[in-house]
Nanobody
Framework: VQLVESGGGLVQAGGSLRLSCAAS????????MGWFRQAPGKEREFVAT????????YYADSVKGRFTISRDNAKNTVYLQMNSLKPGDTAVYYC?????????????????WGQGTQVTVFS
């Protein structure tokens, strides 16, 4: 499985960005997918996860109500819509695939990772 993120960039506080993660593989629709982020000098942290069908999602408290994870299995793509961005959201954002389909909040629960995309929010 190969994962390629895109959509990062520089945005003013209060603005929006949509990240995309394109996955290879014919069984994308059976994976749970997640988004994590890592700020400079900090551990990589959980942001959001979505189950294989898109019917269940879960968010970190820090992004709940501002970020939305979704997926399009026909396009082998998962998205992260980020609204009301804050400088504290600045990080490299990574998508990850969980072949077990459970979708969790821990890094070790994910089997494949993308290379990351930088999001910088300035005030």
């Amino acid at each position: 499985v190969q994962l390629v993120e895109s959509g990062g960039g520089l945005v003013q506080a209060g603005g929006s960005l949509r990240l995309s993660c394109a996955a290879s593989g014919r069984t994308f629709s059976s994976y749970a997918m997640g988004w994590f982020r890592q700020a400079p000098g900090k551990e990589r942290e959980f942001v959001a996860t979505i189950n294989w069908s898109g019917s269940n999602t879960y968010y970190a408290d820090s992004v709940k109500g501002r970020f939305t994870i979704s997926r399009d299995n026909a396009k082998n793509t998962v998205y992260l819509q980020m609204n009301s961005l804050k400088p504290g959201d600045t990080a490299v954002y990574y998508c990850a695939a969980d072949l077990s389909s459970r979708g969790g909040t821990k890094r070790y629960e994910y089997d494949y990772w993308g290379q990351g995309t930088q999001v910088t929010v300035f005030s």
